[in-house]
């Protein structure tokens, strides 16, 4: 794009890369009203000086956008609990606007992460080539609306699927916890000066009105109101938190989440990438693109009267920093790009500065930085802003910053769950729920969760206590403290059990990309027991193998499995316990339980973490047959022949968990240390899907 419009400025002037020919300047004040007096405080601005910004910039710069409510319409035209390899799941959405046939309509692709809690918080952007250009993803609907590429005749090519998935990310927005939400632009209003005849304008004319008036909306004022209703569906998708819903926007379709997050203040953050002109950059700069240069090469994106500033842009009574200051107090991140001086990096951060002060008017933070930070070093407050190398674009970097600034003001960083490695074949984990304010943690108190007590989290931090009274006689009591923080998406902490201190560090529990979804197929079954290495401590006679002593190690596979159906027949003397290991991940409990009560540390249960619906245990003494078939963390159990857990997923790793690798094939264990026990027909069959991924 920036080689294209090289070209084109050697014949249209209205564009300086001279830094000084920028002269001087006077921003308007946002904290001054029109007629001189000061804006005092938080009241005054909420009350009366917010309400006269906004109507400078509808009547002056975007135009005003019709206030009329149009009736929506939504269909799921398509969705899937296990898109992206089962890591997400993905509705694509008709939203008509109005009931007439021919209403027109935009197109909304949505995947939510499958391994996060409902309602899950999204990202929400238009795209500039259609929905099918933001993932490869093979189900994706193309659209038949008017495309800017010309290639083709304007139609959208399925050639170019997955064309941008570089500036979507999708995968790592849900690896991240989150969900994106995106539909094309021109879905709304094609990009294209036609005098306002196509796309959501015609929707509003009446009494023979032809197109909007000088004090109306252009395309970009479209877009924004295109994305009102995309939020107006949201607020009817139960999986989607409405109240986190961060919008962002690239280049021009950055200028249009600007001016929607300005207008509509459920967006709970708003983001401006590359913006430039019309977007997060000054005007009265004039640096880059200018007014006059924009208003000629895009006629159609302001209101007519915007024209009226072409070359005199001192004369605007707003400029764009007022325009980021409608949007406090809610989180606003601007980013530039070193190559990308067209759109004025500078202009884009004194842009964002200029917002701080009605930011600090309200009471938050603002922007921490005063001068522009260095390039790739975020600085994140209530305003966030970054520069980074490269050109005009969206990538990877941007969006880990994104992701970061949304982490920080809805304090998800901490949330979530962690494998962590406490060294020596020991491993630990943290899950924390979404509001910071509970949680669990496996380690230091033997093979079971315990929940965290004392919890504090403040920033990137937190401490808690944990502890278990083991039911010996006298009973037991173990306590543990907790200490850990979040350094660049690792958890770094220790454990003090009471003189002793275990340092740790971990990552996130990575995404299980594989559900029992019914495309599963069942390789050849392997009997298990006449293949283990040999062990000094467990004895095989005719097809039985019992330990020698309570002390006896852990059994292991020397092969490793990932996705499988195992069978086990096994016998426990009265009081007796062993444990059937998963993958190193995870442990079936094995115990002589008859009678009692289930819980989730009693015989067939998936330890600490799932209990049988009901006791299908047999007396002791008897043997017992338990089926398990597990695919990455969904798990279905049948003991004696009762189901008794049925495709329910495992929280995570506890029990005999000897590896934070979740994501790996492990071992399959036969736990003899805590008493007699003996197995038999012991037999494995890997499964294998078609949709799965390597
Ligand atoms: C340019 C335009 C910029 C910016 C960009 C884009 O041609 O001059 O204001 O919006 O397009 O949208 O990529």
Not at 20 to 48: E, H, I
Not at 220 to 234: E, F, H, K, N, P
Not at 306 to 322: A, L, R, S, T
């Amino acid at each position: 794009m920036f080689a294209i419009g090289a070209a084109l400025f050697a014949q249209t002037p209205g564009f300086n890369y001279d830094e000084s020919k920028v002269g001087a300047y006077t921003l308007p004040d946002p904290l001054r009203f029109a007629n001189g007096t000061p804006v005092r405080n938080a009241d005054d601005w909420r009350t009366k000086r917010r309400a006269e910004i906004l109507r400078l910039f509808e009547s002056e710069v975007y135009g005003k956008t019709p206030t009329r409510k149009i009736k929506l319409r939504s269909e799921v035209l398509e969705q899937s609990a296990s898109a992206l390899g089962g890591a997400a799941t993905r509705r694509q959405v008709r939203l008509w606007f109005g009931e007439a046939a021919n209403a027109p309509f935009v197109d909304l692709l949505i995947y939510l992460p499958n391994n996060a809690p409902r309602p899950v918080p999204v990202f929400l952007g238009l795209n500039f080539a259609g929905n099918h250009t933001v993932n490869a993803d093979p189900a994706i609907r193309v659209t038949k609306s008017w495309m800017r590429e010309t290639a083709n005749n304007h139609v959208a090519s399925e050639k170019d699927r997955g064309l941008s998935a570089g500036r979507w990310e999708v995968e790592k927005v849900i690896a991240r916890g989150y969900g994106t939400v995106t539909a094309y632009y021109g879905d709304i209003d094609p990009d294209f000066d036609d005098g306002f005849q196509n796309g959501v304008h015609p929707l509003f004319y009446s009494d023979g009105k032809t197109k909007p008036a000088a004090d109306e909306w252009g395309t970009i004022g479209a877009w924004a109101w295109g994305l009102s209703r995309a939020m107006d569906y949201i607020e009817t998708d139960r999986d989607i938190d409405a109240k986190r819903v961060a919008l962002h926007g690239h280049s021009r379709i950055g200028k249009a989440a600007l001016w929607a997050g300005a207008q509509d203040e459920r967006f709970a953050i708003v983001i401006s990438n590359n913006s430039g002109e019309g977007g997060a950059a000054l005007a009265r700069r004039d640096f880059g693109e200018t007014t006059a240069r924009i208003n000629t090469s895009f006629p159609h994106w302001f209101a007519g009267n915007f024209k009226k500033y072409n070359g005199k842009p001192q004369e605007i009574p707003v400029d764009q920093h007022m325009l980021m200051a409608l949007i406090a107090p809610r989180p606003l991140y601007v980013n530039s790009a070193v190559e990308d001086q067209w759109a004025d990096p500078r202009g884009e951060f004194l842009g964002a500065l200029g917002a701080d002060p009605v930011y600090r008017l309200l009471g938050t933070e603002g922007l921490p930085a005063k001068a522009r930070p260095g390039i790739e070093q975020p600085s994140m407050g209530r305003i966030g802003y970054h520069i980074r190398n490269g050109k005009h674009d969206v990538t990877i970097y941007d969006w880990t910053q994104w992701m970061n600034f949304a982490d920080r003001v809805w304090k998800r960083g901490l949330a979530g769950n962690w494998n962590l490695d406490a060294g020596k074949g020991k491993v630990y984990w943290i899950g924390l729920a979404d509001d910071l304010k509970s949680g669990s943690f496996f380690g230091a108190t033997g093979g079971r969760l315990a929940e965290m007590k004392d919890l504090a989290v403040s920033g990137g931090s937190l401490k808690f206590r944990v502890e278990r009274i083991f039911e010996t006689t006298p009973p037991r009591r173990t306590e543990a403290f907790v200490e850990a923080r979040l350094e660049a998406e690792r958890l770094i902490g220790s454990t003090r059990v009471g003189e002793r201190t275990i340092k740790w560090e971990g990552g996130r529990a990575p995404v299980l990309n594989e559900h029992d979804n019914g495309s599963w197929k069942r390789g050849k079954t392997v009997r298990v027991l006449d293949s283990l290495p040999a062990a000094e401590d467990w004895q095989l006679d005719k097809g039985v193998l019992r330990n020698r002593s309570d002390k006896a190690k852990t059994r292991f596979t020397t092969e490793h499995y990932r996705n499988f159906e195992l069978h086990v027949e096994y016998k426990l003397p009265k009081g007796g316990n062993s444990g059937i290991g998963l993958r190193d991940h995870y442990e079936v409990q094995l115990e002589d339980d008859f009678g009692k009560p289930v819980s989730s540390h009693g015989n067939g249960a998936v330890y600490s973490r799932i209990a049988p619906r009901v006791n299908a245990s047999k007396p002791a003494g008897q043997w017992q047959s338990i089926d398990i078939r597990l695919i990455g963390r969904d798990v279905t159990i049948t003991l004696n022949g009762v189901k008794t857990i049925d495709r329910a997923t495992i929280g995570g790793i506890a029990g005999m968990a000897a590896t934070v690798h979740e994501d790996r094939a492990g071992p399959i264990g036969l736990q003899g240390d805590h008493g007699p026990v003996e197995f038999r027909n012991v037999t494995i069959t890997p499964l294998t899907s078609s949709s799965s991924l390597p």
